[in-house]
């Protein structure tokens, strides 16, 4: 039951923020998954004009997992699997609860 609570409350925060994503991180995308959610950002000012082997938006990544972790539990980590300073179409993050 409180994985339910938590998946209930992590995706009403995320409708709210992909209707308001696009004043800090230009567009903003989420989908439910079975381990957790996957966040997509189109255009992510952090990444857009560097290129690197690596992804970059550590910053990204800790902003969403602190925000996340406060609704829906300690337990919850943000990993970013796809970045565009890697040449990714998009920077995608993995949130797993």
């Known amino acids: 039951?409180?994985?339910?609570?938590?998946?209930?409350?992590?995706?009403?925060?995320?409708?709210?923020?992909?209707?308001?994503?696009?004043?800090?991180?230009?567009?903003?995308?989420?989908?439910?998954?079975?381990?957790?959610?996957?966040?997509?950002?189109?255009?992510?000012?952090?990444?857009?004009?560097?290129?690197?082997?690596?992804?970059?938006?550590d910053y990204d990544a800790a902003t969403f997992e602190t925000l996340f972790r406060g609704l829906a539990g300690p337990s919850t980590r943000v990993e970013e699997t796809a970045c565009t300073a890697k040449g990714d179409a998009a920077c995608m993050f993995r949130v797993t609860l």
């Not at 997509?40 to 992804?55: C, M, Y």
Request: proline fraction near 7%; hydrophobic fraction near 50%.
């Open 1 to 57: 039951m409180p994985l339910l609570r938590s998946r209930l409350a992590l995706a009403i925060l995320l409708r709210a923020v992909e209707r308001h994503g696009w004043t800090f991180a230009g567009l903003f995308a989420w989908k439910a998954t079975p381990e957790g959610f996957e966040l997509t950002l189109l255009n992510n000012p952090v990444s857009r004009t560097i290129g690197a082997d690596q992804p970059v938006c």
